[in-house]
C-alpha cells in the first residue's frame, strides 16, 4: 500500500519570502500521480499543483513549484513571494494511474500547516 | 455554478440518530468518492463508485451506507451516529487527472 508522509506538523514564513514544504512517499508503482492541495480555514480543498510521474520537469504554477526526485520518492512543494491568503493546511497527496475503473483514491500526508507572517 | 455539492454543510445531532449527507457533482465525471477528515485534519478514503457501482470499501463500519442513485449522485446514510462520528466529510469527483472536492460537511454528534 501507498504511504504518504510529510514531516512538518507547521511551518511558518515572512510575507514576500520562500518556503518549501517536504514530502515523501513510498508506492512499488512506476506510473502515479502526485498533488499539492491547500485547505484554508474555509475547509474547502483546493487543488495547488499536480505533476505526473513519467514526467521529468518539474511542474510550476505561478508562485508554486515541486522539487521532484522520482527515485527519492520526494516531492516538495515551493511557495515563493509568500503572501497572507497562503496561509493554510497543505496536503501532499499520491493517486495511482487513472483506470477509468474508480479505484483511483487519494492518499494524503498528514498535512502541514503554513503560517505566513506579515 | 458549483462542480461538486454536498448538503448540509453543518449537521448537529445526537447520538442514536440516522443522518444522510448529499452530493452532487455537474462535471460528467463517473467516478465519485467519501472521505472523512477527522479532528487531526487527517483525510482519509471512505468510499468509491464509478458509475453507479460500488468500488472501494476501505473497512468502514456496517452504519456507514453510501448510495449512488445515478452517476452524478453519491449520498451517504449513518446510521446510530456515535461520537465517533463527528468529523468533516468530503465528497469528491473524478476527472482523468484530478479530484473536485465538496466543501465539506462538518457533522458533530453530541
Known amino acids: ?118 | 455554478d458549483t462542480a461538486v455539492s454536498q448538503t448540509p454543510k453543518y449537521l448537529v445531532t445526537q447520538m442514536g440518530n440516522d443522518k444522510s449527507i448529499k452530493c452532487e457533482q455537474n462535471l460528467g465525471h463517473d467516478t465519485m468518492y467519501w472521505y472523512k477528515q477527522d479532528s487531526k485534519k487527517f483525510l482519509k478514503i471512505m468510499f468509491s463508485y464509478n458509475n453507479k457501482e460500488l468500488i472501494i470499501n476501505e473497512t468502514v463500519p456496517n452504519r456507514f451506507s453510501p448510495k449512488s442513485p445515478d452517476k452524478a449522485h453519491l449520498n451517504l446514510h449513518i446510521n446510530s451516529l456515535e461520537l465517533g462520528d463527528s468529523a468533516v466529510y468530503f465528497c469528491a469527483s473524478s476527472g482523468r487527472y484530478e479530484q473536485y472536492f465538496g466543501p465539506g460537511t462538518r457533522l458533530t454528534v453530541t
Open chain 1, 1 to 118: 500500500a501507498q504511504t504518504v508522509t510529510q514531516s512538518q506538523p507547521e511551518m511558518s514564513v515572512q510575507e514576500a519570502e520562500t518556503v518549501t514544504l517536504s514530502c515523501t512517499y513510498d508506492t512499488s508503482e512506476s506510473d502515479y500521480y502526485l498533488f499539492w492541495y491547500k485547505q484554508p480555514p474555509s475547509r474547502q480543498m483546493i487543488l495547488v499543483i499536480r505533476q505526473e510521474a513519467y514526467k521529468q520537469q518539474n511542474a510550476t504554477e505561478n508562485r508554486f513549484s515541486v522539487n521532484f526526485q522520482k527515485a527519492a520518492k520526494s516531492f516538495s512543494l515551493k511557495i515563493s513571494d509568500s503572501q497572507l491568503g497562503d496561509a493554510a493546511m497543505y496536503f501532499c497527496a499520491y493517486r495511482s494511474p487513472y483506470t477509468q475503473g474508480g479505484s483511483e483514491k487519494l492518499v494524503f500526508g498528514k498535512g502541514t500547516k503554513l503560517t505566513v507572517n506579515p
